[in-house]
């Protein structure tokens, strides 16, 4: 799979703070690096839960949406 729509910088400034967050950095690193004045912006609206609960559950919805079913295990 690609990208193939248009996207924007602010997607990539969520991107970053999930990603960073799913990494084990701290908050006070995604603060600062996403420059927000207090953390509770940066965890509220910049970053989402990634567990591997919730990957595996994204996983199986796209396994059933593009009918891949050759791989039974969460990846």
Do not use: C
Request: proline share 1%.
């Amino acid at each position: 799979m690609k990208i193939t729509d248009p996207f924007g910088w602010h997607t990539l400034r969520h991107s970053l703070g999930t990603l960073m967050k799913a990494n084990g950095e701290d908050v006070k690193t995604i603060q600062e690096t996403l420059r927000h004045a207090n953390f509770k912006v940066t965890m509220d609206v910049y970053t989402q839960a990634v567990t591997e609960v919730k990957r595996s559950a994204h996983n199986r919805v796209v396994r059933q949406i593009l009918g891949d079913s050759e791989n039974e295990h969460d990846t």
